[in-house]
């Protein structure tokens, strides 16, 4: 597939799957604890399909709130000594650098983060980013993808479980609430949306 092709069909912009776990849902005070980030590629016999996930766990930064109801939901224990949890910094840089490197290789002016309710992870995003001086974010400062909206459109379902399950996929409630997890199955179901959208146009 021409690489052209890739930023021709969302108006320059790269689709990038993104799932973040945290320590409660304030971006700027809770800590973000674990990033998923799940790149996209079309062939043009299947369609768009998730080829690559880059991933870690992060360390809880300098202040940072912990709530236990939000640990007790994701089962994430901050401190486990076999996490290999790096600093937000490190963990920004390696997703940046790759990203950057897809836009490059499509040619897109910039990534737009796909998410199901995405405004909650690209707001921990962005606060880890500010906190860290990351000045040039990959991503699209407030667009965004959002699967919920677009599962409700395609199966009439917005819980992401439930939008997996309607696409026609299997899910597993035993790894759900790991970043990376939630960000593969979100990766399917955008595709899954996206190449139904795609072949109806083209009938």
């Known amino acids: 597939m ?8 969302f108006r320059g912009f790269l689709p990038v799957v993104v799932d973040v776990e945290t320590a409660g849902f304030n971006s700027e005070t809770d800590a973000l604890l674990e990033i998923a980030a799940v790149f996209l590629d079309l062939d043009e016999v299947k369609g768009w399909y998730p080829f690559h996930t880059v ?16 640990l007790e939901f994701n089962k994430i224990d901050p401190f ?6 790096v600093d937000e910094k490190e963990g920004l840089s390696e997703l940046f650098e790759y990203t ?4 490059d290789l499509h040619e897109c002016t910039r990534a737009i983060l796909v998410g199901h309710n995405p405004s909650f992870d690209l707001s921990f995003i962005k606060a ?18 959002d699967t919920a909206a677009l599962a409700g459109l395609a199966y009439g379902q917005t819980v992401l479980s439930r939008a997996v399950m309607a696409s026609g996929s299997e899910w597993d409630n035993a790894s759900a609430h790991s970043a ?13 949306i996206v190449n139904l959208w795609d072949r109806r146009s083209e009938l």
């Open 100 to 103: 950057n490197g897809q836009l």
């Open 55 to 70: 991933s870690c766990h992060i360390k809880p930064f300098a202040g940072a709130n912990l709530e236990q109801s939000a």
């Open 80 to 85: 486990h000594p076999f996490r290999i949890a």
């Open 2 to 9: 021409n690489n052209k092709e890739v930023a021709g069909r």
């Open 128 to 145: 880890a980013a500010a906190r860290t001086r990351m000045k040039k974010s990959p991503f699209h400062h407030f667009s965004t993808f």
């Open 180 to 192: 990376v997890y939630d960000a593969e199955r979100t990766a399917d179901l955008f595709c899954k």
